[in-house]
């Protein structure tokens, strides 16, 4: 099949490039890397001993996207991950994550009806469930979004629902991640965050390379094993896997159908740091703050209907999440390196790639 992949030099989207070309697939890829690195992609072509189509392009330029399927006839798929996801930035900048996420997408399946490409796997998360306390949440938990981020994605997934429902030939998995950790085994590709990181992992593995100096635990009083927030954690290669899962999915059925990603299993804060330490051989330093607004105690999935109707379930735990996100952080302290690379840039001919500076 040949798979057109959104956000594909991206954290999730650069490990699914990896397992679909490892399973034979080839891809395209467009990104504008507003939030990810050329080199990523570098690293995927490094990893798989395979090579394939880049596009730096924006979603929200439709004219290029055009040209991007007139010169690809072959598309069987998209997998749609290109979209902001920082929640905290949503709310100072709202405007900018409805733009991007809710027009990027509305460009995107456009484009695809045009072309009669209507198999989409969407990238969505479990913040559409909102600050439910119910666990595990399934499917079929009432959805609603506390933040800008979180609403893009329950209404992206309300547009692609009403899509299906008006074209019967469209067929479309919308794939709710919990919270992805963790990087290739390789130690190549992982999550690179810009500036301070949001997330529980990349600050953990910041202050294990030493560049941050301390954790800090939002909260200790939460109703949980130890007071601190409990997440259902998956590896991002098991992640990965589930896009391929999804793929089979839509490209045998047709309508729209949403899947729990996640392991079913929550750990809290203090779990994972201890999970850290033992696979790093490192102490983490940490201190207690107050609890982060909007934060939930307890969050994690029901992934069985992933299990029964994709034939997918996260194969990795706590040890291999730790092990491999160390593996990435100890060898690229820095993240990505600045490199060039290969991309196709609008209008240039499909066999004179330009060369490609980040900056
Ligand atoms: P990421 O920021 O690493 O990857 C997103 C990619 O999309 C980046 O490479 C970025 O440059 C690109 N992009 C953004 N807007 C674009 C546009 N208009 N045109 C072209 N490219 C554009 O994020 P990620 O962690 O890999 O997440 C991928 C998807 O999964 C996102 O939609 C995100 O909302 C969703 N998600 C992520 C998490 C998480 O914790 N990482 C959890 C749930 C859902
Ligand atoms: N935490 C800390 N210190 C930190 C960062 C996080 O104690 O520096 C705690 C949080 O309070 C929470 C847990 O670690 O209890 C996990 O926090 P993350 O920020 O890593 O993840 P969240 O569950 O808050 O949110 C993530 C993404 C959201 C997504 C959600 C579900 O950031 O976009 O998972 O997929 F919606």
Same mark, same amino acid.
């Given at each position: ?51 394939? &189509? ?20 072959? *598309? ?11 929640? @905290? ?54 959805? @609603? ?13 309300? *547009? ?15 794939? &709710? ?139 990795? @735990? ?11 952080? &100890?060898?690229?302290?820095? @993240? ?24």
């Amino acid at each position: 099949m040949t798979i057109l992949i959104t956000g594909g030099a991206g954290y999730i989207g650069s490990h699914t490039c990896v397992e679909l070309l490892n399973n034979g697939e080839t891809i395209i890829v467009v990104d504008n890397f507003s939030n990810s690195k050329p080199e990523a992609l570098n690293r995927v072509q490094q990893i798989t001993g395979k090579t394939f &189509r880049i596009y730096d392009a924006d979603l929200l330029d439709k004219k290029q996207l055009r040209e991007i399927f007139l010169e690809n006839e072959d *598309i069987d798929a998209v997998i749609h991950f290109a979209g902001l996801k920082a929640v @905290g930035e949503s709310v100072a900048v709202p405007l900018s994550y409805y733009r991007n996420n809710i027009n990027g997408t509305l460009v995107l399946c456009e484009v695809m009806q045009e072309f009669t490409v209507k198999n989409l796997v969407f990238s969505s998360s479990a913040t559409v469930y909102g600050a439910t306390d119910q666990v595990p949440i399934t499917e079929n938990s009432p959805l @609603g979004s506390t933040n800008p981020y979180g609403r893009t994605k329950v209404m992206i997934e309300q *547009i692609l629902g009403d899509i299906a429902f008006a074209d019967p030939d469209w067929s479309i998995a919308s794939l &709710r991640y919990f919270n992805p950790v963790g990087a290739h085994e390789s130690g190549l590709i992982g999550e690179d965050p810009h500036g301070i990181p949001n997330n529980l992992m990349p600050f953990i593995s910041q202050v294990a390379v030493g560049k941050r100096e301390e954790l800090h635990i939002f909260g200790r009083e939460y109703n949980t094993r130890d007071g601190t927030g409990v997440r259902d954690y998956i590896h991002v290669v098991d992640l990965a896997k589930g896009h391929l899962k999804a793929l089979e999915k839509v490209t045998a059925m047709k309508g729209m159908d949403a899947y729990n990603l996640g392991t079913g299993k929550g750990l809290s804060v203090l779990e994972m740091v201890m999970a850290f330490e033992n696979a790093a051989n490192k102490t983490i330093p940490f201190r207690f703050t107050e609890p982060r607004p909007g934060d939930v105690a307890v969050c994690y999935a029901d992934p069985s209907k992933a299990g029964s109707q994709l034939g997918w379930q996260a194969e990795r @735990g706590p040890e291999a999440m730790c092990k491999d996100t160390w593996r990435w952080q &100890r060898n690229n302290p820095s @993240g990505y390196d600045r490199k060039t690379l290969t991309v196709y840039k609008e209008k240039t001919p499909r066999h004179e790639p330009v060369e490609f500076f980040n900056s």
